[in-house]
């Protein structure tokens, strides 16, 4: 299992992407894990781990509070919503093929979001300068960068899609421990398109703390959680995030992004048709 978090850790560095996409199916598939128990382990796994993540995007000043609590102010309550629902309404007897289908499911339209990014940066993202080679050097484009930036995240019609989209992703994590990374920052490239993307990542990630933190505990709470499991896979998955952003400039990431996607594709769908 240490193995796999590094493994898995690697990806995540190279990538930033890879963490509940990959972690809670290598977990169910490879090592048989109960399905409820291995989205519990690894929403926690996913808080701790994002959790530094958040750090340095806070330190390099690549987040955007803003859009996180309009974020949060909606995926906290659908959390809590979802989890109160799997524990009380959803016959426990069934509540594992329920998850294994719903994270099939997420796989695949995660494996999309990957897939669409980079049409949706050309489509959506054309004519900004935020994401221009040089621009972090040049202090009028920082200065107009910063502006559009400000411009972009006020304006009062992205309030409520924002709120909505984070509802979507508190139900969806929630059940699944998938949907926080490639499909939020999906979203919040096309709501936000004049927003730099390592601001948009920072975002996404920094969202992703509080939403996995409430969910982890709230499947730690009945018990499902592995803390044995999770103590494993941390002691592989830090060297191994720490290799991957060493790595991320080496390695021809539009190939394994590709990659990585075609993999979630047949994952998600052995788990769904399995």
Same mark, same amino acid.
């Given at each position: ?6 493994f898995?850790?690697v +990806? &995540?560095?190279a990538?930033?992407?890879?963490g509940g996409?990959?972690?809670?199916p290598?977990l ?7 399905a409820s128990?291995a989205? @519990?382990t690894d929403?926690l796994?996913a808080?701790l781990?994002? @959790?530094?993540g958040?750090?340095l995007?806070g330190?390099?000043?690549? &987040?955007s509070?803003?859009?996180v609590?309009? !974020?949060a102010?909606g995926s &906290? ?5 979802m !989890? ?5 309404v959803?016959?426990?007897? $069934? ?9 099939g499911i997420?796989l695949?339209?995660t494996s999309?979001a990957?897939?669409?990014q980079?049409? +949706?940066?050309k ?9 221009r080679?040089g621009s972090?050097e040049?202090?009028?484009?920082q200065?107009?960068?910063?502006? $559009?930036?400000? $411009?972009? $995240?006020a304006r009062?019609e992205?309030?409520l899609?924002?709120?909505?989209i984070?509802a979507?992703?508190?139900? !969806?994590v929630?059940l699944t421990?998938?949907?926080a @990374?490639a +499909?939020?920052?999906?979203v919040l ?6 927003v730099?993307?390592v ?6 990630i920094a969202?992703?703390?509080?939403l ?5 505990l ?7 959680v ?6 494993s896979?941390?002691?592989g998955?830090?060297p191994?995030?720490a ?6 400039f ?16 047949c ?8």
């Amino acid at each position: 299992m240490s193995l796999a978090g590094l493994f898995v850790g690697v +990806l &995540i560095g190279a990538t930033g992407v890879g963490g509940g996409s990959l972690m809670t199916p290598i977990l169910v598939i490879l090592f048989g894990v109960p399905a409820s128990a291995a989205v @519990g382990t690894d929403l926690l796994f996913a808080a701790l781990t994002k @959790g530094a993540g958040t750090a340095l995007h806070g330190f390099n000043r690549s &987040i955007s509070w803003k859009v996180v609590g309009r !974020l949060a102010s909606g995926s &906290i309550p659908a959390s809590l919503a979802m !989890l109160w629902l799997l524990h009380n309404v959803i016959d426990q007897n $069934e509540l594992g093929d329920v998850i294994t289908v719903s994270l099939g499911i997420a796989l695949v339209l995660t494996s999309l979001a990957i897939f669409l990014q980079p049409l +949706l940066r050309k489509i959506f993202r054309k004519g900004s300068p935020s994401d221009r080679p040089g621009s972090s050097e040049d202090p009028y484009l920082q200065k107009r960068m910063l502006q $559009e930036e400000e $411009e972009c $995240e006020a304006r009062p019609e992205s309030v409520l899609p924002t709120v909505v989209i984070g509802a979507i992703l508190g139900t !969806l994590v929630s059940l699944t421990s998938v949907g926080a @990374g490639a +499909l939020g920052v999906m979203v919040l490239m096309t709501l936000y398109p004049k927003v730099r993307s390592v601001r948009i990542i920072g975002t996404d990630i920094a969202h992703a703390v509080p939403l996995t933190l409430v969910a982890g505990l709230g499947h730690a709470s009945i018990g499902v959680v592995n803390y044995s499991i999770l103590a494993s896979l941390l002691l592989g998955s830090i060297p191994g995030i720490a290799l991957g952003s060493h790595l991320a400039f080496r390695l021809p990431e539009k190939v394994m992004r590709q990659s990585l996607a075609g993999i979630l594709i047949c994952v998600g769908g052995k788990l769904i048709f399995v």
